[in-house]
T-cell receptor, first 113, second 115 residues
Framework: AQKITQTQPGMFVQEKEAVTLDCTYD???????LFWYKQPSSGEMIFLIY??????QNATEGRYSLNFQKARKSANLVISASQLGDSAMYFC??????????FGTGTSLTVIP | NAGVTQTPKFQVLKTGQSMTLQCAQD?????MYWYRQDPGMGLRLIYY???????DKGEVPNGYNVSRLNKREFSLRLESAAPSQTSVYFC??????????????FGDGTRLSIL
């Protein structure tokens, strides 16, 4: 079974609107961490936001927030007030106890002016 | 801050040739990783090293070898390149902690084409 599933290969959003990128995960570990990365067309991987399995609050970092629903095993990324520079690939990743990360297949986001 | 440095950035090989991709980090991280990224498949782990002197196989290790030369450097070797190994290769490093909020830090990638 896939550890991380991102079901939206491509998404479009109007500039200044909010967008949600979906991520579901599969683990039996009680302790885990969830990460989102951005990969612009230039290719580098940029860390955006982290959510721990025991965190009580949803994580927020500027315009990025994480809608964490533990019972549903989902960790959706919400980008508010989209900007043209947000156009990129977005990857969800999970770290269980240990040092391995598992990545999803990514979602390509295009922001329309 | 250099962070994670990969060399080369681009390489074209012929089938059967060998080469080594180099990776160095200056953040004093214990854990280092090699991934490959193919269209529609996300990042897949090839090998990782939790500490100097240890290496472990990831999801797709066949056709690759690694060396953790010291704490800073982690190299990936293709002994006999095949067209199926055409990909973008990323090196990453991370603080080793039982479970922390520390992310992986990535290099800029090596785009490798095998003809």
């Amino acid at each position: 079974a896939q550890k991380i599933t991102q079901t939206q290969p491509g998404m479009f959003v109007q500039e200044k609107e909010a967008v949600t990128l979906d991520c579901t995960y599969d683990t039996s570990d009680p302790s885990y961490g969830l990460f989102w990365y951005k990969q612009p067309s230039s290719g580098e991987m940029i860390f955006l936001i982290y959510q721990g399995s025991y965190d009580q609050q949803n994580a927020t970092e500027g315009r990025y927030s994480l809608n964490f629903q533990k019972a549903r095993k989902s960790a959706n990324l919400v980008i508010s007030a989209s900007q043209l520079g947000d156009s990129a690939m977005y990857f969800c990743a999970m770290r269980e106890w240990g040092n391995q990360f598992y990545f999803g297949t990514g979602t390509s986001l295009t922001v329309i002016p | 801050n250099a962070g994670v440095t990969q060399t080369p950035k681009f390489q074209v090989l012929k089938t059967g040739q060998s080469m080594t991709l180099q990776c160095a980090q200056d953040m004093n991280h214990n854990s280092m990783y090699w991934y490959r990224q193919d269209p529609g498949m996300g990042l897949r782990l090839i090998y990782y090293s939790a500490s100097e002197g240890t290496t472990d196989k990831g999801e797709v290790p066949n056709g690759y070898n690694v060396s953790r030369l010291n704490k800073r450097e982690f190299s990936l070797r293709l002994e006999s390149a095949a067209p199926s190994q055409t990909s973008v290769y990323f090196c990453a490093s991370m603080v080793t902690a039982p479970l922390s909020n520390q992310p992986q830090h990535f290099g800029d990638g090596t785009r490798l084409s095998i003809l």
